[in-house]
């Protein structure tokens, strides 16, 4: 009986959302992984079958800041950091400063009109990179979010170039949910129920092939080859251009006592 409802759940749902971004698009595969697919986003998660028909959905959980390095031979006596954070992160960032309590933010408060690429530099070698999230009031004002922890990167090898990359919060907050399913009927926690569009077999090969290698693969993974999204573009690459970037891992600190400065590395602001 559990089996008959594991393979039954299976399938594509689509839940309208009534405004012109579009709807929520879920596909559950027989693997127990599923992803939720949205104006801007996809994120993925496993699913269990917990008794009769409910079913436990929990969200897969990206770090909220991940960095890379390598080293390139065209930086001879500088270092460079490739800022690809989402401007909606409010990163504030400090470099080789591990005693002091001040972090700067990415970019200004009001920041809009990105032009990426941004990329900030300096003479020193980089030894420590330490990254953290704050969020602003309706004054202006920056706070703290719960005094959250902050990733610090302790850079032991020789690079001279990173990227500080990341996702939108969401994709860090995991979080999980309930449903039942019953009638081909998914009725999610809270939510309106949504009818099945489509069985497993009927979902069209390039959307389940895609599907698949987006539950299997991981989105920022230990090794960043130029065949991934956070790769940097380039016109004309060159062989060193293409080299690929190593992810450095991070210890999690307490952000009790620290201080934001009012400058930022970069400012992005449209004028009328």
């Excluded at 489509?198 to 698949?212: A, H, P, Q, S, W």
């Amino acid at each position: 009986m559990m089996f008959s409802q594991n393979d039954t759940i299976t399938g594509s749902y689509y839940q309208s959302s009534g405004n012109p971004e579009g709807g929520t698009n879920f596909i559950i595969l027989p693997n127990n992984t599923f992803v939720v697919a949205y104006f801007g986003g996809m994120r993925k998660g496993t699913w269990e079958l917990k008794e009769n028909d409910s079913y436990a959905f929990t969200f897969h959980v990206e770090p909220q800041f991940v960095l890379y390095g390598r080293y390139n031979p065209k930086f001879k006596d500088s270092v460079a950091v490739r800022m690809s954070t989402d401007s909606d992160n409010y990163a504030v960032v400090r470099f080789n400063d591990e005693k002091q309590t001040r972090f700067t933010p990415v970019f200004n408060k009001d920041a809009n009109c990105f032009s990426y690429p941004y990329i900030y530099s300096q003479k020193e070698a980089l030894k420590t990179l330490e990254a953290f999230t704050i969020r602003y009031n309706d004054y202006g004002k920056a706070e703290f979010e719960g005094l959250t922890d902050y990733f610090s990167f302790k850079i032991d090898e020789d690079y001279n170039e990173f990227i500080l990359t990341g996702l939108p919060k969401s994709y860090s907050e995991g979080g999980a949910f309930m449903a039942t399913f019953t009638d081909g009927i998914l009725a999610i926690e809270g939510g309106k129920p949504i009818k099945k569009r489509k069985g497993y077999n009927e979902i069209d090969e390039d959307t389940l092939g895609f599907v698949k290698q987006h539950t299997e693969n991981e989105m920022l993974p230990k090794v960043l080859s130029y065949d991934n999204e956070f790769f940097p573009n380039y016109d004309t690459p060159t062989e060193t251009d293409l080299k690929s970037f190593l992810r450095i891992e991070p210890q999690l600190k307490s952000s009790k006592g620290i201080t934001v400065s009012e400058q930022s590395l970069f400012v992005a602001t449209c004028q009328d």
